[in-house]
């Protein structure tokens, strides 16, 4: 990791733009895949799982004994911290339910709005070595608490066509039933579109590898929600004086082993504690199974050395991080500096991976840039806000001369009879 | 307007498709349009305001003077009713904010979220014949309460170069002064990509024709983000036997006059008030100056007499319209059944045209089924709601076990190690 001192600011924007990995064009693969399960439906994604999973399964959604034979397989450990996680995580969302205030504007206008539940979701998990039940918690969590009628988890099999255990167990303990033993832009298509099995949903969320990404961005454009545009994960870390440079060595490393395209960023007022934690980051990633990722990650990543904490602050909401660490002495006296971010970790043991787990807040956050305009997955996301308003014969007759004049100046006459017809029958 | 007695459920998906417009493809079109505001800046938007708009501009920014004249041109009634509308919007919009709560997820493990305004955000306005001044209240009103820092209007000129007087003095009205005579895809390229004029912002909000449509789903895919994708705009009205003919065939017609697009959709238990509308529309259209665009729309609409209120709701559900009219006796009744809508309207003299000028909701609304997945404009359109947790040593300790489980089970071990260097320099 390069460190910068007091690189002058014309050089910002540069170090704000993120390593570019030039993407395969995968667009007309993937486009190819979406038009297979559009057609053949269910045997389109029996085949592929064949052919990209080396599965041969004999239906796709997973049983009960299914479900119950994982829930063996998880430790008793393993079982209670996902309940730790579940119930923060829970907790935390509860609180994002919208209270309905019905507000008179006008005399006889009263308007309001409503959280409605999105009645069909689906959640797309991943496989791989690496089983992201941590991802199905902070999907399925707020789905549930927003009440979606019907939440479907896709998921590729193993070989054997099997699904990771973890993931059955946290889903069979949610209660989520509908799961099905599909991966990549077909799982993403089948969900768009449906199949005899799968019935098709009104919003897709979860990570993936490019493929996935690109049928997402092709399904959105069919009308079908996503949950938010896809990048590499990234953490940005603002040191003082304060900070213990191993454990913002750490944070930085756990970070870096996501991904070789993962960037971590540290601003520090002290040339000390940037050296300190380059050190620290040496002795700590020989240890790591996943060091070569992380190796690879920390080559594009950079530390700069500014003058001070404003500075710091200035350089991060032009990055706009995904994750923000305020590794400060009382960092809450900075909160109102921080403009572009998806989440922010105050203090000294507020480590990334607390959020990433078990905090309560949500790990699906806006990348490369996008927390500038971006929120990172909440109840909101699960949800419409659907306005409503009553408005009284008297309130007409308060509110019906504004809207008459402005419709008639818009030139849409219809709109101002609507009104007129109104007042007409109500002045008689 | 066809009415169906009795349509039989299975055919209802068909008539929940919408009229089908094949699109002319524009792809190639418009981004040739945005490649050359991105590679000559101001001058291609000068090229382009001739080319397109057959206005030969000095400068694309609106001076304070041009401002001052459209104060002059507009008349005291508009601008009363402006006044009256910004009032309502502003204060239904101001029940939006998102209270602070600060949550202990566990013991010593703080989570709360914050409501922050997206920096730069722009609004586009279309021109032609019609002055849309009341969308650029729609969107302006909420990014003001919002806190955006910088708010750019764009709207095409005519050919002497003017920008109509009623939207520059709304616009001057609210103090929005960052305002440019561009239009169309160049207007949105301009937006997204900056030019030694027009700075670029990370929001791009606003109605337009097919290439604005297109240009924001071609931007959208590179980061900046979008309001709602666009579709043509749709009212359906639910009818029991106290619903007005005059009163429903209006807002029918307010609404087929948008466009040749717009759907209109009648369904009411009482044949007797569908063939009374089907009569009042035929009296009424004829006075409109846009009865030809009206006409068209409603030869692509339909009215479906159905036994019960229940099946109305159930088929008003799966249409998932923009617009919602409840025109029955107690509506308040119904609330509860309504999953998928924009904007609901109670009662006999909620008139569509109330929500699209003065109520107070917002008329940027999500149109073509979206209703489904999304939501119209808002305040949480202009903000971004960034998560916070502050984890104390105590904390830590007390989820520290959870998050090194979870982390090995997914073989994230720096994760892990994020948590375990800082228990173990707790423990000594």
Redesign the interface.
């Known amino acids: 990791m390069t460190i910068y001192y007091n690189l002058s600011e014309e050089y910002w924007a540069d170090k704000c733009r993120r390593p570019y990995f030039p993407a395969v064009d995968l667009q007309n693969t993937v486009k190819h895949i979406i038009e297979r399960v559009r057609t053949k439906g269910d045997s389109a994604l029996l085949d592929f799982a064949f052919q990209f999973d080396g599965a041969t399964l004999q239906q796709l959604k997973v049983t009960e004994n299914e479900i119950e034979n994982a829930t063996k397989q998880v430790s008793t450990?393993?079982k209670?911290?996902?309940g730790?996680?579940i119930?923060?995580?829970r907790?935390?969302h509860k609180?994002?339910q919208l209270d309905e205030?019905k507000?008179e504007?006008?005399k006889g206008?009263l308007?309001w709005?409503?959280q409605?539940a999105?009645?069909n979701v689906g959640l797309y998990i991943p496989g791989g070595?690496?089983?992201?039940?941590?991802t199905l918690i902070m999907l399925a969590i707020p789905a549930q608490i927003a009440g979606c009628e019907r939440i479907v988890l896709c998921t590729p099999p193993d070989k054997k066509g099997i699904i990771d255990p973890?993931i059955l167990y946290t889903a069979g303990w949610l209660g989520i039933t509908e799961i099905y033993k599909t991966g990549g832009a077909q799982a993403i298509a089948a969900m768009a579109y449906g199949t005899d099995t799968i019935k098709k949903v009104?919003?897709i969320f979860g990570p993936g590898n490019q493929y996935v990404t690109k049928a997402k961005?092709i399904i959105q454009?069919d009308?079908?929600?996503i949950d938010l545009?896809a990048g590499p994960s990234e953490v940005l870390v603002i040191a003082d004086e304060t900070a213990?440079a191993?454990?913002v060595a750490?944070?930085l490393?756990?970070q870096?082993?996501?991904g070789t395209d993962s960037q971590v960023v540290l601003l520090t007022t002290e040339a000390n504690i940037a050296e300190k934690v380059q050190k620290a980051l040496k002795d700590?990633i020989s240890?790591?199974?996943?060091a070569s990722i992380?190796q690879k990650s920390l080559e594009g990543s950079f530390c700069l050395v500014l003058p001070t904490i404003e500075k710091c602050f200035h350089f991060s909401n032009m990055y706009a991080p995904e994750h923000l660490i305020l590794a400060l002495q009382n960092?809450?006296r900075f909160?109102d500096r921080?403009?572009?971010?998806?989440?922010?970790?105050?203090?000294?043991?507020?480590?990334?991976?607390?959020?990433?787990?078990?905090?309560?807040?949500?790990h699906t956050l806006?990348t490369?840039?996008?927390?500038?305009?971006?929120?990172?997955v909440?109840l909101?996301s699960f949800?419409?806000?659907?306005?409503?308003?009553?408005?009284?014969?008297e309130?007409?007759q308060n509110?019906g001369?504004?809207?008459e004049?402005?419709?008639e100046?818009?030139?849409?006459?219809?709109?101002?009879?609507?009104?007129s017809?109104?007042l007409k029958?109500l002045s008689v």
Chains 1, 2 share one sequence.
């Open positions: 450990a393993l209670d911290a996902i730790v996680a119930n923060n995580i907790i935390f609180t994002q205030i507000t504007t006008t206008v308007c709005r409503r409605v999105i009645e070595t690496a089983p992201l039940f941590s973890a009104h919003k961005e454009q009308g079908i929600s545009p213990d191993d454990f750490a944070d490393l756990s870096a082993e996501h700590q240890d790591l199974p996943r992380a960092p809450e909160v921080i403009v572009n971010a998806g989440s922010v970790f105050l203090g000294h043991y507020s480590c990334e991976s607390a959020g990433d787990y078990a905090s309560g807040t949500n806006p490369n840039g996008l927390s500038r305009s971006y929120s990172g909440s909101d949800v419409k806000k659907i306005t409503f308003q009553h408005i009284s014969a309130g007409l509110l001369k504004t809207i004049v402005m419709a100046a818009e030139q849409l006459l219809a709109h101002k009879n609507a009104v017809i109104r029958k």
